[in-house]
């Protein structure tokens, strides 16, 4: 299946595929009312320390310890994407306890959330790849 | 082929999976004591705040049994094994005839001998549903609720209930609330935290003797309840397991693949005994992941597949009134103290292993990197230690396994 992946050689560090994200999953229709003076809560993290950067999310890995920690049977695979069922979350931590990548954070709405490689927006297609202007995340199979 | 699963929750829940993963057509009957589908149970606490109710506890839905053609039995206990027939005998009188078997029995609340507790009218224990459905409905605004155990249980029942009530106190022998999962400093935060919230802590005593609305404490102090909570541990369910001949110590004796001592007798969940993998030894894991994880791999091997779970650890997320705790792996070796913004943080080497962690907080962020450095046994110098101790980053890591981690299918 198609996943993003990420290059560090191409990273600049700009965070836009953070920005790309939050709006892509804010709802809003308007990307600056999305935006403008918001803490942004996006499902990708750009990791940055001196001259590295790159940007992290939810690998959709074959061995999704978060479905197999979740106390609420919240998380769920649908053909290989992994997808978090919010009004079913209670919002334990168990699923940030066992990814080994980082990729689940709080939502702003007392649930969790994570990349759903935006196939629960209205995006088509995953949003952090149009925003990023280096092509360092990509949406592809390998 | 005929799959027969005794007890209703995750593990068997995970062994349907991983049987259907290999195998399509074997018949699977699974023999669920409680009269409820199969729910998480850790969700108890959250259905009485109302975070979650009945229908959300509801761990795979209808539709998971049909297309996995997957019989439930509920309602019913399965009275004992008959290894040499190699069929499941019912208390209903039915029995079950298996190629394979699965005991996913559970555990059941430990309840210390106290004088005068069985003249209590109003004591629960809060493991199932039913115990917390009968606890929720003899809540009344006035109540005096009495809690022992300042354990995961007893503390998750206190959060649960605390706004309903007048009060609630919480008794423990050891000095110090979650003993078994946190350190000194972790627990004292803890109890400052939930103290805060009006909680009330007797430490370091027990009940001596009770009365119907009266506990008579060690220390001589005596607290008056309307109901009394018993949370002080819970069993591994190993009767069926021992009367059938198969090895048990505090649980049902198995070995990576969840083998028991009978071939086609696998075990997984609460109920067992399994190798952990730090000290090598098996232990008793009652944890939910822990669960899921052994019921896979006893239904990988159980439906002819090959798998090992090697990677056992203790591991619980926790969260009480707001504040988060995340704790895995074992405390030994040498301790990193991490200074830390709006949190605590210990992490535990040994042998150029991260073994242990505990973080409150917002320490816990992205704290599944520090989990899997342990169940991975990521050599600790071959990353950027000073870093990762700082945060759990992948930045820490080698450039060539970000590259793996981040460019290609994991």
Same mark, same amino acid.
């Given at each position: 299946?198609?996943?993003?992946?990420?290059?560090?050689?191409?990273?600049?560090?700009?965070?836009?595929?953070?920005?790309?994200?939050?709006?892509?999953?804010?709802?809003?229709?308007?990307?600056?009312?999305?935006?403008?003076?918001?803490?942004?809560?996006?499902?990708?993290?750009?990791?940055?320390?001196?001259?590295?950067?790159?940007?992290?999310?939810?690998?959709?890995?074959?061995? $999704?310890?978060?479905?197999?920690?979740?106390?609420?049977?919240?998380?769920?695979?649908?053909?290989?994407?992994?997808?978090?069922?919010?009004?079913?979350?209670?919002?334990?931590?168990?699923?940030?306890?066992?990814? $080994?990548?980082?990729?689940?954070?709080?939502?702003?709405?007392?649930?969790?959330?994570?990349?759903?490689?935006?196939?629960?927006?209205?995006?088509?297609? $995953?949003?952090?790849?149009?925003?990023? $202007?280096?092509?360092?995340?990509?949406?592809?199979?390998? | 082929?005929?799959?027969?699963?005794?007890?209703?929750?995750?593990?068997?829940?995970?062994?349907?999976?991983?049987?259907?993963?290999?195998?399509?057509?074997?018949?699977?009957?699974?023999?669920?004591?409680?009269?409820?589908?199969?729910?998480?149970?850790?969700?108890?606490?959250? /259905?009485?705040?109302?975070?979650?109710?009945?229908?959300?506890?509801?761990?795979?839905?209808?539709?998971?049994?049909?297309?996995?053609?997957? @019989?439930?039995?509920?309602?019913?206990?399965?009275?004992?094994?008959?290894?040499?027939?190699?069929?499941?005998?019912?208390?209903?009188?039915?029995? +079950?005839?298996?190629?394979?078997? =699965? /005991?996913?029995?559970?555990?059941?609340?430990?309840?210390?001998?106290?004088?005068?507790?069985?003249?209590?009218?109003?004591?629960?224990?809060?493991?199932? +549903?039913?115990?917390?459905?009968?606890?929720?409905?003899?809540?009344?605004?006035?109540?005096?609720?009495?809690?022992?155990?300042?354990? +995961?249980?007893?503390?998750?029942?206190?959060?649960?209930?605390?706004?309903?009530?007048?009060?609630?106190?919480?008794?423990?022998?050891?000095?110090?609330?979650?003993?078994?999962? +946190?350190?000194?400093?972790?627990?004292?935060?803890?109890?400052?935290?939930?103290?805060?919230?009006? =909680?009330?802590?007797?430490?370091?005593?027990?009940?001596?003797?009770?009365?119907?609305?009266?506990?008579?404490?060690?220390?001589?102090?005596?607290?008056?309840?309307? /109901?009394?909570?018993?949370?002080?541990?819970?069993?591994?369910?190993?009767?069926?397991?021992?009367?059938?001949?198969?090895?048990?110590?505090?649980?049902?004796?198995?070995?990576?693949?969840?083998?028991?001592?009978?071939?086609?007798?696998?075990?997984?969940?609460?109920?067992?005994?399994?190798?952990?993998?730090?000290?090598?030894?098996? @232990?008793?894991?009652?944890? =939910?992941?822990?669960?899921?994880?052994?019921?896979? @791999?006893?239904?990988?091997?159980?439906?002819?597949?090959?798998?090992?779970?090697?990677?056992?650890?203790?591991?619980?997320?926790?969260?009480?009134?707001?504040?988060?705790?995340?704790?895995?792996?074992?405390?030994?070796?040498?301790?990193?103290?991490?200074?830390?913004?709006?949190?605590?943080?210990? =992490?535990?080497?040994?042998?150029?292993?991260?073994?242990?962690?505990?973080?409150?907080?917002?320490?816990?962020?992205?704290?599944?990197?520090?989990?899997?450095?342990?169940?991975?046994?990521?050599?600790?110098?071959?990353?950027?230690?000073?870093?990762?101790?700082?945060?759990?980053?992948?930045?820490?890591?080698?450039?060539?396994?970000?590259?793996?981690?981040?460019?290609?299918?994991?």
């Amino acid at each position: 299946m198609k996943r993003i992946y990420v290059n560090e050689m191409w990273c600049l560090g700009c965070h836009l595929c953070e920005y790309y994200c939050a709006y892509a999953n804010s709802g809003i229709q308007d990307m600056v009312k999305a935006l403008k003076d918001k803490q942004i809560q996006a499902r990708i993290t750009v990791e940055q320390r001196g001259t590295i950067s790159f940007a992290v999310n939810c690998r959709h890995c074959t061995e $999704p310890l978060c479905i197999k920690s979740c106390i609420a049977g919240a998380i769920t695979s649908k053909d290989g994407v992994i997808v978090i069922d919010q009004s079913r979350c209670v919002l334990c931590y168990s699923c940030i306890m066992a990814c $080994p990548y980082g990729a689940l954070m709080p939502a702003r709405e007392g649930v969790m959330q994570k990349c759903e490689l935006c196939t629960t927006n209205s995006q088509g297609q $995953p949003a952090c790849i149009q925003g990023c $202007p280096n092509k360092a995340i990509v949406f592809e199979e390998r | 082929m005929h799959y027969v699963m005794i007890g209703n929750s995750i593990a068997s829940t995970a062994c349907i999976e991983a049987v259907r993963a290999i195998d399509a057509e074997g018949s699977i009957t699974v023999i669920g004591e409680e009269d409820h589908p199969c729910y998480s149970r850790p969700l108890i606490s959250y /259905l009485l705040q109302g975070k979650t109710d009945e229908n959300r506890m509801v761990y795979r839905s209808e539709a998971f049994y049909e297309e996995n053609k997957v @019989t439930v039995m509920r309602g019913v206990r399965a009275q004992s094994i008959d290894r040499e027939e190699k069929t499941v005998c019912l208390e209903n009188g039915i029995s +079950l005839w298996y190629d394979k078997l =699965l /005991l996913a029995t559970g555990s059941s609340p430990f309840i210390p001998p106290i004088k005068g507790l069985e003249e209590v009218k109003n004591r629960f224990t809060f493991l199932t +549903l039913d115990e917390a459905k009968r606890l929720e409905s003899n809540l009344r605004k006035e109540s005096r609720v009495l809690i022992l155990g300042a354990g +995961l249980v007893g503390l998750k029942c206190a959060e649960a209930i605390i706004d309903k009530v007048q009060s609630v106190s919480v008794v423990d022998l050891a000095p110090r609330v979650l003993m078994s999962v +946190l350190d000194d400093a972790a627990s004292e935060q803890v109890r400052t935290h939930l103290q805060k919230q009006g =909680l009330r802590f007797f430490l370091g005593d027990s009940i001596a003797e009770c009365t119907p609305n009266e506990a008579l404490l060690q220390s001589g102090t005596v607290i008056g309840f309307d /109901l009394l909570v018993i949370a002080v541990g819970v069993k591994p369910n190993i009767q069926i397991a021992l009367e059938a001949g198969l090895d048990v110590n505090r649980g049902i004796l198995i070995d990576e693949g969840g083998r028991t001592s009978d071939a086609d007798v696998f075990a997984a969940g609460d109920c067992t005994e399994g190798p952990e993998m730090i000290i090598g030894r098996k @232990t008793v894991l009652a944890l =939910l992941p822990n669960a899921y994880l052994q019921g896979e @791999t006893a239904g990988t091997n159980m439906a002819g597949g090959t798998a090992s779970f090697d990677k056992a650890v203790a591991m619980n997320a926790l969260s009480l009134m707001g504040l988060h705790l995340i704790t895995v792996g074992r405390y030994e070796g040498t301790s990193h103290l991490v200074p830390c913004k709006d949190g605590y943080k210990r =992490l535990f080497v040994k042998d150029n292993h991260l073994v242990g962690c505990i973080l409150v907080g917002e320490a816990g962020k992205r704290s599944g990197i520090y989990t899997a450095m342990i169940r991975n046994k990521v050599e600790l110098d071959s990353l950027n230690f000073d870093l990762i101790c700082e945060e759990p980053l992948l930045m820490a890591f080698a450039k060539s396994v970000r590259q793996q981690q981040l460019g290609g299918p994991v």
